[in-house]
């Protein structure tokens, strides 16, 4: 059995070599409190089986996402790494400086899969920076947004969904929006 802790560590190359994934980057991030375990159970025959657990908080990380034309900033929050995977319940983060919570991870690293959440909502004025062909709408109101991307990690489907109560586009008023995007 051995134990390992750090109160920080740079994560954003080796997480970015796991996932091989040009669909999810992180481009920078912090582990703090690291507190990792390797250890081994004895199977039936007297044979170990080696694991690895451990838990961290990560600061000040930003996450480049295919389709965003900004990345993902101030995403902070619990992390669980174990034998085959990185996982959160919950990351805080802001998309265009607008709230959003991301959950989910990076699983079966020999063939990563990916399962990544991400809510939010808030201006659309704001949110439009985001997305590169949106700046330039004429675009107004509240958005909630639900995003799910879910696969391989280098190539993972991405489900979108978005919601407005109402929505000004140049200048016409759209109440009760409602779409989904796959």
Partial sequence: NQRWSA????????????????AF??????LREVDVR???????????????????TLAGARIAIAGLSQ????????????DDGLL????????????ALVSGGIYGLKAPQMRVAVRGGGDLTQLRTAFGAARRFPIRGRLRFDVLAEGPAAKPVVWINLSSPETTYAGATLERLNGAVA
């Fill in 88 to 99: 959160t319940p919950r990351l805080d983060a802001a998309i265009a400086g607008v709230p």
């Fill in 25 to 30: 980057r992180l481009l920078s991030g912090t």
């Fill in 71 to 82: 990345p993902i900033t101030d995403v902070r929050g619990p992390v669980d790494l174990y």
């Fill in 7 to 22: 109160r920080a560590l740079p994560i954003a190359a080796a997480v970015d070599f796991a996932a091989n994934s040009p």
């Fill in 38 to 56: 390797y250890f081994g159970i004895a199977g039936a025959n007297g044979s170990l089986t080696c694991h690895l657990a451990g838990a961290a």
